[in-house]
C-alpha cells in the first residue's frame, strides 16, 4: 500500500524558512522512469492550490506566488519530496499536502504551516 506523510509544519515569524518533508512508502521512485510530484497547500473555505510541481524527467513549475522562494526537491534513493520554503509571509499560512502521481494518483494527509509572529 502506498503512503505519503509529510512532516516539518510548524510556527515560524515572517521572513523565516521552513523545510517540509514528505516520506514515500510502499512505492520505490526509482522504479518509474517518468512520474510528477507536487506540493499543494490549502487554507480554510478556499480551493487546494497548486504551489510546487517537480516532473521527472521534465523539470520544475512553481505558482507565482512562491516564485524565488520555495524550491521543491527530491531523493530518489530515500523516496523523499521536499519543499524548501523561504522569506515566508503570512499569507502563505495553509495546511500543506504532498501528492505524487506514480501511474496512479496518491495524497499525504497534510502539514500545517503557520507563518506568523
Known amino acids: 500500500q502506498v503512503q505519503l506523510v509529510e512532516s516539518g509544519g510548524g510556527l515560524v515569524p515572517p521572513g523565516g524558512s521552513l523545510t517540509l518533508s514528505c516520506l514515500a512508502s510502499?512505492?520505490?521512485?526509482?522504479?518509474?522512469?517518468?512520474?510528477?510530484l507536487s506540493w499543494y497547500r490549502q487554507v480554510p473555505e478556499k480551493e487546494r492550490e497548486l504551489v510546487a510541481k517537480?516532473?521527472?524527467?521534465?523539470?520544475?513549475d512553481y505558482a507565482d506566488s512562491v516564485k524565488g522562494r520555495f524550491t521543491i526537491s527530491r531523493d530518489s534513493a530515500q523516496n523523499m519530496v521536499y519543499l524548501q520554503m523561504n522569506s515566508l509571509k503570512p499569507e502563505d499560512t495553509a495546511v500543506y499536502y504532498c501528492?505524487?502521481?506514480?501511474?496512479?494518483?496518491?495524497w499525504g494527509r497534510g502539514t500545517q504551516v503557520t507563518v506568523s509572529s
Open positions: 501528492h505524487g502521481v506514480f501511474g496512479l494518483s496518491y
Open positions: 510502499g512505492i520505490r521512485f526509482s522504479r518509474y522512469s517518468t512520474y510528477t
Open positions: 517537480l516532473t521527472v524527467p521534465l523539470g520544475t
